[in-house]
């Protein structure tokens, strides 16, 4: 059997969690939207079950996947329906739906809804991608009530800048949604990973009710480029490994692999790894990206392949045929391998493929 896989520890996603919880000071809903960032949806949403406030997912394909798992509780569709004939469904199986749109809230007005719905009413408070202009945002929530067709109402918004540290933008977003949520009666909800990890102080003034809607931070990885306190607390959830399935001795001045990307400046011990872009492996990761052998750091070199990479193992004496090898994980950070393929750590979790997802912790 080829040796790739990836193996998920799901005892650091339930660490993660909680201290998802524990920093924001609120209620979480995991967000397991892509197959939970490549881990699997199903499996991560069952280990969280016990403890989980909720879900979220991007739409109601995901929301079903879960529901036929027997996931229970409340999954939010992050960007409510994209067509009228989903609110059947999203009753029939008690569904919590984001309105970002006034279409989506004619919907709802005109609908025949036995059951009344629970609507996070979002606004875009400066991200300009979806969600109701704050100046219309009074009236929706006004209309929504006056439908009869909700039971509660959440204000949500989502941060666009959240993961620079030193930029204003998140809190002039904040501003932005406290003037135009003024008198509006709910649970709030926010917060994405970055601005749980990054911005505690801008939330002092949150109750335990509101919302918090951590991703990212759930698998372990860091959503910021520089080094951050409570980042580093994250444990990885994923360790992305495999065997050296080939070993040859270069003399300096050899190519390795494709279009000789790789030229040996020196005698070189070149290890080949059954790992590839096929797998979700990054191709553009260049040569020096960090990756372990048998616990010891060294580097990728030469273009990464459909179903192989090159490692330097001219200063791993010990390591040969069959030594294990860690594309990402605890030793090797997915941030970091991103980071140096010009990606950034959801992508390439969301990219895998091909590769077993092996669980333990159940
Ligand atoms: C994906 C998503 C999140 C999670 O973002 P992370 O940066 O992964 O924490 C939160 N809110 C919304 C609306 C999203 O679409």
């Known amino acids: 059997m080829r040796p790739a896989r990836a193996l998920i ?8 969690y909680r201290l998802a919880r524990e920093l924001s000071g609120a209620r979480a809903l995991a967000v397991v939207k892509a197959d939970a960032y490549g ?39 992050l960007e409510g329906f994209f067509e009228a ?77 959240a993961d620079e540290l030193d930029c204003p933008r998140s809190q002039e977003q904040l501003a932005v949604f406290q003037l135009a949520r003024q008198g509006l009666v709910g649970e709030v909800s926010l917060r994405n990973s970055p601005a749980v990890l990054g911005w505690p102080r801008l939330f002092q ?30 444990l990885p959830v994923m360790c992305l490994e495999s065997k050296i399935i080939s070993v040859r001795e270069l003399p300096a001045g050899e190519p390795v692999g494709y279009v000789a990307r790789f030229v040996s400046e020196r005698p070189t011990r070149v290890g080949v790894v059954a ?43 010990q390591a040969g045929l069959g030594s294990r090898v860690e594309l990402w994980g605890k030793q090797v950070l997915a941030s970091d391998v991103a980071l140096q393929a010009g990606s950034i750590p959801y992508q390439i979790f969301c990219n895998l493929r091909r590769v077993p997802l092996l669980y333990n912790g159940s």
């Open 275 to 317: 790992m590839g872009y096929a797998d979700g492996y990054p191709r553009h990761a260049p040569t020096g990206t960090p990756v372990a052998v048998d616990g010891q750091l060294t580097r990728l070199i030469g273009r990464v392949s459909m179903d192989m990479l090159t490692l330097d193992l001219s200063d791993l004496s």
């Open 9 to 16: 520890d799901l005892q650091a996603l339930r660490h993660n």
């Open 85 to 161: 004939d989903e609110l059947a469904l999203i009753e029939r199986h008690e569904l919590w739906c984001v309105v970002h749109s006034l279409w989506q809230l004619e919907v709802i007005e005109r609908s025949a809804l036995s059951k009344p719905l629970c609507v996070w009413l979002k606004m875009d408070s400066g991200m300009h991608r979806v969600g109701l202009h704050p100046a219309d945002y009074k009236a929706a929530y006004q209309r929504l009530q006056a439908s009869g067709k909700v039971a509660k109402i959440v204000l949500m918004s989502h941060f666009a800048r």
């Open 39 to 77: 881990h699997g949806a199903v499996r991560c949403a069952q280990a969280l079950q016990d403890e989980a406030d909720g879900f979220a997912v991007a739409c109601i394909e995901e929301a079903l996947q879960l529901r036929e798992a027997g996931i229970r509780g409340p999954i939010l569709l």
């Open 205 to 234: 003034n949150q109750q335990p009710s509101d919302w918090v809607r951590p991703g990212i931070m759930l698998y372990g990885a860091t959503p910021f480029e520089q080094q951050q306190a409570a980042a580093a607390r994250l």
